[in-house]
């Protein structure tokens, strides 16, 4: 399944400053969602490259993205999302909720926000409307990105 405005969003944000988030950057639009797993508090989403695309790994084996937090009328204490990769390649998205059960849906109006020390602090606000008008534009348009 293609990636959501959600996940792009997540991404954009989690892939912005340093080495690794410039160098996984590129990989974005080569990925899809292969599975989503709720541990109530949680979902993990794994992700997979685009099929029959070679892609160069980064240099550590293993590592953790992690600076975004989310705030959402649907996660009424805020979560956080981090990325994980492992064999140099793009592995998960985890998404953990601050005291509250994680919804079981996509999240369609949200505040994004970088807070790790350093970060840019750049933020991402969509709403329903804006997330049901970028997929319909998306739908007549098919190249528009953003």
Known sequence: MPLSRFYLDLLD???DGDAEGIFFRHHMHLLRV??????GVSVW???????????????????VLD???????????????????KNGLIECIEILGHGSE????????YTLVQDWV???HRRIKRNQL????ITILKKMFPFIEK
């Open 13 to 15: 944000l989690l892939l």
């Open 34 to 39: 292969s599975s989503h797993i709720y541990t």
């Open 45 to 63: 989403v794994t992700l997979s490259y685009t099929e029959n695309i070679s892609v160069p790994r980064y240099h550590k084996d293993v590592g």
């Open 67 to 85: 600076g975004v937090t989310i705030y959402s009328p649907s996660v009424p204490l805020s979560a956080s999302a981090s990325l994980h990769y």
């Open 102 to 109: 994680y919804p079981k849906k996509q999240l369609t109006s």
């Open 118 to 120: 350093g970060s840019p």
């Open 130 to 133: 804006s997330y049901k008008l």
